[in-house]
C-alpha cells in the first residue's frame, strides 16, 4: 500500500499548493529546455488547474515557443466553440497566453477513432517530457474512468464517462443539467500519461479528498485509476488541506 515512489506534497492553502506546483514545473520547462530543443509537454484542464496554471504563466525564463503541446482529453461531439471544450480551454488558458506555437488538439467534432489515431500517432513518435493532471472525483485520470484499461499501448482511447465523472462536469460548472453532458470523450489512455518522464499532479479542493485517499492509501487498481501514480519513478501530487484531509501519512 505504501507510496513506492511518488512524492506527495501538502501546502497550507489552494494559493500555496498552486504556486508551488507552478514553481515546480517552471523549474523542470526550463531544466529541459536548457538541455534538449524542443521540449514535449502533456498538460491537464479543468477546474483543478485554473490557479496553477494562473502561476505558472507568470513564471520567467521558459522560452513556450520551444514547447510541444498535447491535452489529456476531450468531449466526444463537442465543438471547440462550446464552453466545456477542453481545445477551448487549453487555447484560452495555455496555447495563446504562454504563446505555444506547436501543439495537437483533440478535435471533438471529428469522427473519434481518427482523431485518436493521429493525434495518438503523434504523441506516440517521441517521450513526453512533462504531463500536468489531476485526479477526478471518481479518481479518474484523465477521463479514463473506473475501471481504468491498465494494459492497453494505444495512446489514446474513445471511452465512456460514468455518471460520477458527468456529475462532477455539472457541479463545475461546464453544463446545466446531467444530460447536456456527453457521454462518452477522447481520453490519453494510462500507459501513455505514465509514460512521460515527469508527471506533476495537481490536486485541490474537499470534494477530491476521498478518491485522494483511496488512490494513495489503498490498492493500486484499475478501480482507483489514478492510484497508479504511484508506481511512476518521477511523480509529484500537490494537495491542499482540504484534498489532503483523508489521506493517511
Known amino acids: 500500500m505504501g507510496r513506492a515512489h511518488t512524492m ?8 500555496e499548493m498552486a504556486q508551488a506546483a507552478a514553481r515546480h514545473a517552471a523549474d523542470s ?5 536548457a538541455a534538449k530543443e524542443e521540449v514535449r509537454l502533456l498538460a491537464a484542464t479543468g477546474a483543478s488547474q485554473f490557479e496553477f496554471l494562473e502561476c505558472l504563466r507568470a513564471e ?3 522560452e513556450w515557443r520551444r514547447v510541444e503541446l498535447f491535452h489529456l482529453d476531450e468531449y466526444v461531439g463537442l465543438p471547440a466553440t462550446h464552453p466545456a471544450s477542453f481545445a477551448k480551454y487549453i487555447t484560452a488558458r495555455i496555447i495563446r497566453p504562454f504563446g505555444i506555437v506547436k501543439y495537437h488538439l483533440l478535435d471533438g467534432t471529428r469522427d473519434p477513432h481518427q482523431v485518436a489515431s493521429e493525434v495518438g500517432h ?4 517521441a517521450p513526453v517530457d512533462l504531463a500536468f493532471c489531476g485526479i477526478g ?3 479518474h485520470l484523465a477521463f479514463n474512468d473506473p475501471p ?20 462532477q462536469q455539472v457541479g463545475e460548472g461546464w453544463f446545466a443539467t446531467l444530460e447536456d453532458v456527453p457521454k462518452q470523450a477522447l481520453s490519453v489512455s494510462i500507459r501513455q500519461l505514465i509514460k512521460a518522464n515527469e508527471i506533476i499532479c495537481v490536486v485541490p479542493d474537499a470534494r477530491k479528498a476521498k478518491a485522494v485517499q483511496v488512490c494513495l492509501n489503498g490498492p493500486i487498481s484499475p478501480e482507483a485509476p489514478a492510484s497508479i501514480l504511484r508506481v511512476h519513478p518521477n511523480a509529484t501530487i500537490y494537495l491542499d488541506p482540504e484534498s489532503a484531509k483523508e489521506v493517511v501519512p
Open 148 to 167: 481504468a484499461d491498465f494494459e492497453t499501448d494505444v495512446p489514446y482511447l474513445v471511452v465512456n464517462l460514468d455518471d460520477a465523472c458527468q456529475r
Open 122 to 125: 503523434a504523441i506516440a513518435s
Open 8 to 15: 506527495v506534497k501538502i501546502l497550507p492553502s489552494k494559493v
Open 60 to 62: 520567467q525564463g521558459i
Open 137 to 139: 472525483e471518481n479518481g
Open 29 to 33: 520547462l526550463r531544466r529541459l529546455l
